[in-house]
């Protein structure tokens, strides 16, 4: 265990079309694990994106690929 982190670059982020895409998060209904993704509006398909474990993820999701957090949707 070292006692100085190195600094990790923001992974690289895919531009998404906000007519064709809505943020979402999905979460399990059994285990509670959610999962930030991106809903293709016409079909409904789900992208994963990222994990979310703590609120902190859920501001990162927001600054990665811009987007407000009252916006953002939880489905099931």
């Known amino acids: 265990m070292g006692l100085f982190k190195r600094h990790q670059p923001e992974p690289e982020t895919t531009a998404f079309d906000p007519e064709l895409y809505e943020p979402v ?4 209904i059994c285990t509670g694990e959610k999962v930030a993704c991106m809903r293709e509006k016409a079909t409904g398909k789900l992208q994963e994106l990222m994990l979310i474990r703590t609120q902190e993820d859920i501001d990162a999701f927001c600054r990665r690929y811009h987007v407000k957090a009252e916006k953002l949707k939880t489905v099931y």
């Open 25 to 28: 998060i999905r979460s399990s």
